[in-house]
């Protein structure tokens, strides 16, 4: 397994947690993904590590919250570049260096994390235009790198840590936001995780040029219905590691405190 992120503190905490669990050889890889001559060396390095990269989970990502009348072009081109370019470089140096040389030898696959951006993605409109370029991507590679399967991952609303790293204002939003999903919650990491893993095994080997949605059908709800009944299914909470953002504990204990008085 190789790990890929800008710092390396981070990575080192992941790699930590993971050898807590289970036996698997590990890389770290410092890159940022908007910078070109660095991820040709990044994934040259990994194929050094461990000869072969059968899969890869293009995950890094990531924005800042404006209206669209706010955002510059440096920062458009930004969020664009950390959420388009970046994982489209990475695909590409990944499929170039290693997956082209192994065709039809074995089952490989990409996999690109996208986000809810059906209809637009009002107060985040720059990744919005990215992640539909990611997806369209995706149908494109689909085609020309076929055998290797190419499929997108499409969250919702995920209680992970990356909800911490908001402006308190965005962070009232977020303790809202379960009320706007027709399952009544935020996803968790591990229900993400968990499209993932099928995603890379010989069960999805007929999947390609497809798009998971994991968001409570989100996009579904609609102005003229009730969003839910109130009532939430149980999540899939595999991860033993994983853990409650802060804002999310922040809102639970806000909403016991309205229940007690
Ligand atoms: C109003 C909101 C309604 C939305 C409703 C709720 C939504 C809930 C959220 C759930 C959905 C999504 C979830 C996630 O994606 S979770 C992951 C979250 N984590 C992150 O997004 C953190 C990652 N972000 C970053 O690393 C950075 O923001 C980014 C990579 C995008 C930029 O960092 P970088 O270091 O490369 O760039 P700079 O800081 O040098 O900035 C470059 C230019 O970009 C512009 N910019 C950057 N930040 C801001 C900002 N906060 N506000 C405005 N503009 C910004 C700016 O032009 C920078 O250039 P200058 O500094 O020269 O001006
Ligand atoms: N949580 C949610 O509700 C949703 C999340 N998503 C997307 O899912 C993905 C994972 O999200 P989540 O775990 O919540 O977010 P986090 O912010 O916790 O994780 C994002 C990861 O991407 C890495 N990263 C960001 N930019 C770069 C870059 N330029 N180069 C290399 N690595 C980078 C970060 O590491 P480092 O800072 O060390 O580089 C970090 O490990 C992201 O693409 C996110 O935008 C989509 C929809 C909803």
Known sequence: MALVGRKMEKLETVKAEIESTCSV???LHSCDIREEDRVK??????LVAHGKIDHLINNAGGQF???LNMISGKGFETVVRNNLTGGFLVAREVFNQHMMLQLGKKDMSITNIIADMWNGMPGMGHSGAARAG???FSETAANEWAPVRVNAVAPGFIASSGMDTYPEPMKQTIMQLDKTIPLQRLGLEAEVSGALVFLCSPAASFISGSCIRIDGAAPNARRIWPVGTGKANP????????GVPEVIQRRDAERASKKGN
């Open 41 to 46: 060396e990044t994934i040259a390095d990994i």
């Open 134 to 136: 990611m997806l369209n």
């Open 25 to 27: 050889k590990i890389s």
């Open 65 to 67: 919250p404006s209206p």
């Open 235 to 242: 999540a899939f909470n595999s991860f033993h590691l994983g």
